[in-house]
């Protein structure tokens, strides 16, 4: 499939002409002309960037889950409806669909959110694979040393014990050893 954004590497059918795309640069969502017409429908002062059915994956993707959320898990739905408020403030989310992101927001409350994230060298003998990741928990905010890509967007304070590097030569604990994270670049 040919995207704006080169062709597709992967594809994922969502549901009848919704599909999910991925390049070697990018990605993002595909609709069909008929779900095109029913998200315009929907929401008229909505633009894509990406031009017409094309949403591209780091703020148009969110309307498709907030259009329709029948298709989405709680938490793709919790992104998507922050995503779209912060974007657009012209955009009026359905009651329906603010509730689903309100329940599985308070479902996560204890837990600390990943937010940015990158890779680091921490030491001239360390490769360059730990990933720095920055996490919040609502008015705490920390930074954590991953020794691998950290794949959740969720973690409790106990998995944030595991497999971190506390040694004050660089050298990372066995993943599921107990050790204390590394937080604003120190160890505590």
């Excluded at 779209?84 to 689903?100: Q, Y």
């Excluded at 304070?157 to 040694?167: P, S, T, Y």
Aim: glycine share 8%; proline share 5%; aromatic share 12%.
């Amino acid at each position: 499939m040919f995207t704006p954004w080169g062709s597709s590497h992967t594809t994922k059918k969502i549901a009848e002409g919704i599909i999910e795309v991925t390049t070697g640069s990018h990605g993002g969502i595909f609709l069909s002309e008929e779900r095109w017409t029913e998200l315009m429908e929907k929401f008229p002062k909505f633009q894509s960037w990406a031009g017409k059915q094309w949403f591209e994956e780091d703020c148009d993707w969110a309307i498709v889950p907030v259009c329709w959320p029948e298709f989405y898990d709680a938490e793709t739905i919790y992104f998507a409806v922050r995503s779209v408020e912060r974007r657009d403030e012209e955009i009026t989310i359905p009651l329906e669909v603010k509730k689903i992101a309100a329940i599985f927001s308070e479902s996560v409350a204890d837990l600390w959110e990943r937010g940015s994230m990158g890779t680091m060298g921490l030491r001239k003998d360390h490769p360059n694979t730990a990933w720095q990741v920055h996490l919040s928990r609502g008015d705490e905010e920390k930074s954590v040393v991953f020794p691998d890509y950290p794949e959740k967007f969720f973690y409790s304070d106990e998995e944030l014990q595991e497999g971190c590097m506390n040694d004050p030569n660089g050298k990372f604990v066995a993943a599921g050893q107990h050790c204390p994270a590394i937080q604003d670049g120190s160890s505590t």
